[in-house]
């Protein structure tokens, strides 16, 4: 299974460019990733050191909040991310959630450390939407969770109108996905997906992974849960997280891997739907090797005077649409 990264590899890659070539002109691009946020940036001319970062993030749901247009504490998690690196720009652009001024100038000299800064610029989704999950299990960590909190579901966005609920307890986090495709056959493939993944999780070399379950229906820590919240068409899965997952620079890869769930069962399944199309194509092919192999020699059967001996023809769509009119 592949694990996807936390930064983005075009962001990355236009900011790495950048920085190689500051004299170069003007800069604007767009695009969008995992289906769900925007990007855009630019430099002009005026400041080749000045480069402008612009995110659309997803429409959060009705039972999920963006006070000011952006996750809680996603404003604190950048102020702490990039200090004096990244100015937030109040109002951020039309269209846009947030606008981040980044001055390219007070990058470190040394290259590692500005590699390094640059993986984190780029990894911005990560710091923005990850925010209120960050939150609360730094709380875990450090076993401080508000009791007036415990056991009242908790929203956050990670797709356009979609979120995912966390339960906050005092010894553990529990986190529920409903699992929501549109397309018939990626709902099949990813209820066969999930209910594998979670017999993956009892093997031996993964006894200090979270706990993981799968259920048809909304699990018991759902019952204070909205009502539009628990839809699903691919199930419920549901890990329990514990202090021990998000030690030291656990908190971080634990963040980035609930924060795209969804997009990582996406990106298997659409394989896994890929890999048997080509299995497919392939044993048609092998089918058709072997129809053609049993083509009768016309002169041969001339000889031995058999009328009742027939060849094959390979037929093409339009052939074999008017054979059957």
């Not at 402008?52 to 039972?63: F, K, M, R, T």
């Not at 620079?249 to 890929?274: D, I, R």
Request: hydrophobic share 40%.
């Amino acid at each position: 299974m592949i694990l996807l990264p936390s930064h983005s590899r075009f962001l990355l890659q236009a900011l790495i460019n950048r920085v190689q070539n500051l004299e170069k002109g003007e800069l604007d691009y767009h695009w969008v990733e995992f289906d769900d946020i925007r990007y855009h940036i630019q430099v002009t001319t005026k400041n080749t050191n000045i480069l402008l970062l612009s995110l659309c993030l997803p429409s959060p749901p009705p039972e999920a909040v963006f006070p000011g247009g952006l996750p809680p504490g996603a404003i604190e998690a950048i102020k702490s991310s990039y200090g004096s690196l990244v100015q937030i720009l109040d109002p951020p652009r039309d269209g846009f959630n947030l606008t981040l001024k980044v001055n390219l100038s007070k990058l470190p000299p040394d290259e590692d450390r500005r590699h390094s800064l640059l993986v984190k610029v780029a990894s911005v989704r990560e710091i923005v939407l990850g925010a209120p999950l960050r939150q609360l299990l730094r709380a875990l960590s450090s076993r401080t969770i508000v009791s007036d909190t415990e056991e009242e579901p908790v929203a956050l966005v990670h797709r356009p109108k979609e979120s995912f609920l966390v339960i906050p307890q005092a010894d553990r986090v529990t986190v529920v996905f409903p699992m929501r495709f549109k397309d018939s056959i990626d709902i099949v493939l990813a209820t066969s997906f999930l209910q594998e993944f979670v017999l993956a999780r009892r093997t031996a070399g993964l006894s200090n992974a979270p706990l993981c379950t799968w259920s048809a229906s909304p699990p018991s820590e759902l019952k204070k849960a909205p009502a539009e919240a628990l839809s699903a068409n691919a199930g419920f899965v549901t890990f329990v997280i514990f202090p021990r997952h998000v030690e030291g620079k656990k908190l971080e890869q634990t963040v980035w891997s609930l924060s795209t769930f969804h997009a990582y069962v996406s990106y298997h399944v659409k394989c896994s739907e890929g890999f048997m199309h080509t299995r497919m194509r392939r044993r048609v092919e092998t089918l058709i090797q072997a129809l053609d192999r049993a083509k009768a020699d016309g002169d041969k059967s001339k000889s031995l005077g058999n009328t009742n001996n027939r060849s094959f023809k390979r037929l093409s769509l339009k052939e074999g649409r008017a054979s059957w009119l």
